[in-house]
């Protein structure tokens, strides 16, 4: 198992290629959960080094090491009000700004959007947050 992270390049590589090829962007501040996520995989292949784990991702032709790389770093945890910090920012800050915005303008639609969202449960917990904050734009609109 690697003992710490991976050095600068290993990481740009990484992010690289986690770009090129899954469409995902891991942030400059990352490399701890790049770290974190691959301990297990290179423990299985018994590989010590964050550049002989990426060569064999990036040379691997059937795609089977892709999967179990993606599988390992991405989050596949979905919930009801994910994120509590997340969702006392939206209720808090967020949403009471867009009130106040919709107040001094025409009313319009409100479009929310949750990236990534796997069963649906962060949406419609924003969904709800939302109803309840503008209630009264909903019974007059």
């Known amino acids: 198992m690697p003992p710490v992270g991976p050095n600068q390049a290993e990481f740009e590589a990484f992010q690289a290629f986690t770009l090129d090829t899954l469409g ?8 701890y959960l790049l770290h974190g996520r691959l301990q297990r995989r290179m423990g299985e292949l018994g590989l010590n ?52 915005k919709i107040s001094q303008s025409s009313p319009g639609k409100l479009r929310l959007w949750s990236a ?20 009264q734009e909903l019974e007059a609109g």
């Open 116 to 135: 990534g969202c796997s069963m649906g449960q962060e949406v419609y917990s924003m969904a709800f947050e939302a109803v309840d904050i503008f209630e």
């Open 49 to 100: 080094d964050y550049g002989q784990y990426y060569q064999r991702l990036s040379s691997d032709r059937s795609g089977a090491e892709l999967q179990l790389f993606c599988n390992a770093i991405t989050t596949t945890k979905t919930d009801f009000y994910r994120e509590k910090e997340h969702f006392e920012l939206l209720t808090n800050e967020i949403y009471p700004a867009l009130k106040r």
């Open 24 to 31: 995902l962007s891991l942030g400059d501040n990352k490399a």
